[in-house]
């Protein structure tokens, strides 16, 4: 089942966006179906890559101090994970575009509904790239050369459920590398502690992509698509517990790594309030959650976006101290 090569007079919104969003409301008729394609009605995953891009500045910065660079560091992170979700969403539905037509609720994507043709994504997908491109050159040569080798793990996730009951793992790895780029774009290179917070993202990945794969859950074993929500099924509570544990742990390791033994007393413990209250949102979210209710689930897969930026707030204002 092809996607039609064609747009329609009328293109309408996304089943699963937000009623009041702003692209339905706001913009252009003839900008929609391309806003929608990059997802800029339903912004969460905007937040979701750019949180550990916050992550990685703030925790960089809370071992050194900010600097006036920074600014335009995270000015720069707030752009690109605009753009670049945008281009990976755009990249997603061009492979994915047979089986969202075959989703009740994807179908109503601008691929699958024929807002918009497979040659005009491909061509919105290039110029969003180009201006994320632009933005990354800015960066030292460390920063560039991770945000290029970024490039093959946002390739490879689309065809991820195809192969490996895991593609949260994959998502895991594209969604949580601003952390390593941000790091390294404050500090000149990513280190031991940088990494230990990209796992911890990648394990908070886990955790909330195998609630939001909750609500596909059954057509994706009509089409055969694999997800970690279909592989754990009535144990998927005991993972997400596993997962909550595991992000937990590895942000705290990564602020001890980071600021011991030069950062003072204070610094030190305003920055493990992050993990601290992060984990706590988590376990909210556990208690809430019902996996077997597709409006639970995307309800709680949203409040990521406030459990990511309290961990944020509380490593930006380590830097402060």
């Known amino acids: 089942m092809a996607a039609p090569d064609r747009t329609p007079d009328q293109p309408g919104p996304v089943a699963d966006a937000p ?12 900008a929609r179906p391309y806003l ?46 605009a753009l670049m979700r945008g281009a990976g969403c755009t990249w997603n539905d061009i492979t994915d575009r047979e089986f969202d037509a075959a989703v009740a609720r994807t179908r109503s994507r601008p691929l ?41 793990l ?16 994959f998502l895991g790895l594209a969604f949580n590398w601003g952390a390593l780029l941000a790091y390294a774009a404050h500090a000149g290179r990513p280190g031991l502690a940088a990494l230990l917070l990209y796992l ?13 794969a909750h609500q596909d859950r059954e057509d994706d074993v009509l089409i055969g ?15 997400l517990a596993i997962f909550l544990v595991l992000s937990v742990l590895l942000m705290a390791a990564a602020v001890l790594v980071a600021l011991l033994p030069g950062a003072g007393p ?9 993990p601290w209250a992060f984990g706590w949102h988590l376990l909210w979210q556990l208690r809430k959650v019902d996996v077997d209710d597709p409006e639970s689930c995307l ?23």
Do not use: H
């Open 154 to 169: 946002v390739a490879i996730y689309p065809f991820a459920k195809r192969f490996t009951w895991w593609p949260q793992v």
């Open 266 to 274: 204070l610094r030190v413990a305003i920055a493990m309030a992050a």
């Open 225 to 239: 698509v694999k997800s970690t929500a279909r592989l754990f099924g009535a144990a998927t509570g005991r993972w």
């Open 299 to 321: 309800r709680i897969f949203r409040s990521n976006r406030d459990a990511g930026l309290i961990a944020a707030l509380f490593l930006a204002a380590a830097a402060s101290a």
């Open 36 to 81: 929608r394609l990059s997802r800029a009605d339903r912004p969460i995953g905007t937040w979701l890559l750019l949180i550990p891009c916050l992550w990685g500045l703030a925790l960089a910065a809370a071992g050194t101090g900010w600097r006036p660079w920074d600014l335009w560091i995270a000015g720069g992170c707030v752009i690109g994970a």
């Open 112 to 152: 699958p509904s024929g807002q918009v043709t497979v040659r005009q994504a491909w061509v919105w997908m290039a110029a969003q790239m180009l201006v994320a491109a632009l933005i990354l050159f800015t960066y030292n040569r460390t920063t560039v050369l991770l945000g290029i080798l970024s490039l093959g």
């Open 19 to 30: 009623p009041d969003n702003w692209v339905d409301r706001f913009a252009p008729e003839f």
């Open 200 to 212: 911890a993202g990648i394990a908070w990945t886990l955790f909330y992509d195998t609630i939001y």
